[in-house]
């Protein structure tokens, strides 16, 4: 009945113990060796690490410290493989004053063109963190998911997710629709995300 442990322990060479991915799963995290899974058909189709040879090339010193009230569509003043960590909390496209009134695929678009620019001056490693939330409730749009698509096509490695939980400041989570006339109760989001990425190797 071996083939039925919760998880398999083997030593390594150093005689210390280890645990590796079992058919009935594993609650043993010591050492634990988890090549089959990462292995299997359900990351077939994801972008992988990438063995490359780790590049920085320095920013002109004439454009550090400084702010350019411009689009990161187009970030000419930064070489290729040249920053660390790119943080944004990009406009929401819901009518604000820098707005542009874009549809859902025009918008995506131009997100997209700024995630390639952003995979162009990251060096190899390098990290991006995306606070988005998502939008509207007739339907419900779930941008962090289409977020997270795009990423993965251009090729960057998603590393977590992060649940900004603001319930402790938001109203109640639950709309009810009209007075006495409750036709349409609805969630109301309590979070954004916090979504994390990094440029072809995870260190």
Known sequence: ??????????????????????????????????????????????????????????????????????????MDELPDSSVHLMVTS???NVGKEYDKDLTLEQYLLFLKTVWKEVHRV????????????????????????????DMIDIGFLMRAEIIWDKGSSASPSTA????????????????EYILVFSKGTFS
């Open 90 to 92: 990009p406009p929401y």
């Open 1 to 74: 009945m071996s083939e039925l442990k919760e998880y398999l322990t083997i030593w390594n060479a150093e005689g210390k113990r280890k645990t590796r991915t079992s058919k009935v799963g594993s609650p043993g995290r010591i050492n634990h060796d988890s090549t089959p899974f990462y292995r299997s058909k359900l990351y077939k189709s994801l972008p992988g690490e990438k063995k490359i040879k780790y590049v920085e090339n320095p920013i002109p010193e004439n454009f550090l410290n400084k702010i350019f009230c411009k689009s990161s569509e187009k």
């Open 122 to 149: 990251l060096v190899p490693g390098g990290r991006v963190c995306i606070n988005i939330a998502n939008l509207g409730r007739k339907p419900y749009i779930p941008l962090h998911a289409f977020i997270v698509r």
């Open 176 to 191: 009810w629709g009209s007075w006495l006339s409750p036709a349409n109760p609805t969630l109301r989001d309590v979070h």
